[in-house]
């Protein structure tokens, strides 16, 4: 995990949750973490890693994440045992 992802998992487990988090930022820390991408119809994007999956819609035309694809991200972060 390089720094700038570092600094974007910080900002994941920000209280109360930050707003306006990049998606691009977002994925490349799933990534990171040992996740895998399924891109579906649409928007659609499923993250697995090993039983857990995620899914989001990735935001259009913005490159923006609202709060609750954010929470999303940080419950699915804690079920895969990543931590601040």
């Known amino acids: 995990m390089n720094t700038r992802q570092k600094k974007t998992l910080a900002l994941i487990f ?4 930050r707003n ?3 998606y691009d930022d977002l994925k ?4 990171s973490v040992g996740a895998n991408i399924r891109e579906g119809r649409g928007s659609r994007v499923r993250f697995e ?4 999956s995620l899914h989001i819609h990735a935001p259009h035309p913005q490159k923006v994440l609202p709060k609750y694809s954010i929470e999303l991200i940080r ?3 804690v079920q895969i045992g990543v931590k601040l």
Do not use: H, Q, V
Not at 28 to 31: F, G, M, Q, T
Not at 49 to 52: E, I, P, Q, R
């Open 49 to 52: 890693w090993d039983a857990y």
């Open 28 to 31: 490349s820390l799933l990534i």
């Open 14 to 17: 920000e209280k109360p949750t």
């Open 20 to 22: 306006g988090l990049r």
């Open 75 to 77: 419950d699915f972060l």
